[in-house]
């Protein structure tokens, strides 16, 4: 059986990392004052981050039509794909996983759809480790998905809970709290949930307590430094991290600036990580 992999951009995946797994990626829509841009095309993420703090109006998104995801299936199937596995961010923060499985019905027993229930390299993670295990076939490659989906580690600090608070993906007094207090709320991504775990009133405290949360666990076999606009500070993070735990870390670190379509809701200058476990 010859499978196909695909995914949306919320993944984060790099480009050289599409290219060698020939994954399809099917990218959402961010709308910048009445603009719509096709997520990676229009606007650098760098100009993104750099210009968000000065936007009078707050971006949007939109996930992909349902026409994306079948001239996508149908393409693959055409290209002589058996069957399509197609891994997509959280069914409970984005609208992504259900427009894909009613694209699906058009393709009986041809297309698996499957909930990462995260975002970013949480989601990215998975597809990877499903297009490795591609050529087993589709009860391996769903296995290892589940498989790395159980040992993974996906949080954030924030530089407010600003814009968390306007997207609506935390409660309100969580969010309320942060902007009274003017502290740096640490987050993690679990089962598709955000929860607040802490908060800190600088960003070095931030970045410390980060750097405690991914050494708790032990050694880990994935991992992306995530970053909204802050490439110095993740590479900071990156060099602290290497100097106290370097036998710990996968040899391939991915730094990976999230794409706005997650960054309008985040806001900028934030610093995460996405971790699979080893066990």
Known sequence: MKLGILTDSTSDIPQYLIEQYELEVVPSILIIDGKEYSDGTGITREDFYRGLPSLQTQPTTAAPSIGDFSARYESLLERGCDHILSIHAAGALTSILNIARQAANDFPNRVTCVDSTSLSLGLG?????????????????????????????????????????????????????????????????????????????????????????????????????????????????????????????????????????????VGPNGLGFAAVRKI
Do not use: C, W
Request: hydrophobic share 50%; net charge neutral; glycine share 8%.
């Open 125 to 265: 993670f998975q597809v990877l480790a499903a297009a490795e295990a591609a050529e087993l076939g589709l009860p391996a490659a769903l296995a290892a998905v589940e498989s790395t989906r159980k040992r993974l580690h996906v949080s954030a600090a924030l530089d407010t809970m600003e814009y968390v608070r306007r997207s609506g993906r935390v409660p309100g007094a969580i969010a309320m709290l942060g902007s009274i207090l003017h502290i740096k709320p640490l987050i993690e991504l679990t089962n598709g949930e955000v929860k607040a775990i802490g908060a800190v009133r600088t960003a070095q405290q931030a970045n410390d307590r980060m750097l405690n949360f991914l050494l708790e666990g032990g050694l880990l076999e994935r991992l992306a430094i995530l970053h909204t606009g802050a490439e110095p500070r993740a590479k900071e993070f990156l060099n602290a991290l290497m100097l106290q735990a370097s036998q710990s870390v996968p040899r391939d670190i991915l730094m990976v600036n999230v794409t706005p379509v997650i960054g309008t809701h």
